[in-house]
Nanobody, 117 residues
């Protein structure tokens, strides 16, 4: 059974940094694309960043230059380094993964990030 477990969220002041981690386990096949999404209160879940198995990355315009996504394929880990945080980055951040030969997308339970002004 696939499990994605996020960690690293918390409360930080504007301008600060946080590093989120996501641990994947229970998969039968290798990981294809992994990504971070976020959902602010009363809003839809939105893409933050993705990274392919080959290391190609994409970012939402709102986080370009401030956030960096990375992954360690040997450890089945996904990371999100968040710098220069803003109050509008406040949200629950979710890890997402897709696996080779598996049409499903899997989600973690999320980790809360709160940025105070």
């Amino acid at each position: 059974q696939v499990q994605l477990v996020e960690s690293g969220g918390g409360l930080v002041q504007a301008g600060g940094s946080l590093r989120l981690s996501c641990a994947a386990s229970g998969m039968r096949f290798s990981i294809n694309v992994m990504g971070w999404y976020r959902q602010a209160p009363g809003k839809q879940r939105k893409l933050v960043a993705t990274v392919t198995s080959g290391g190609r990355t994409t970012y939402a315009d709102s986080v370009k230059g401030r956030f960096t996504i990375s992954r360690d394929n040997t450890k089945s880990m996904l990371y999100l380094q968040m710098n220069s945080l803003k109050p509008e980055d406040t949200a629950v951040y979710y890890c997402n993964a897709n696996f080779v030969l598996d049409p499903n997308f899997y989600w973690g339970r999320g980790t809360q990030v709160t940025v105070s002004s």
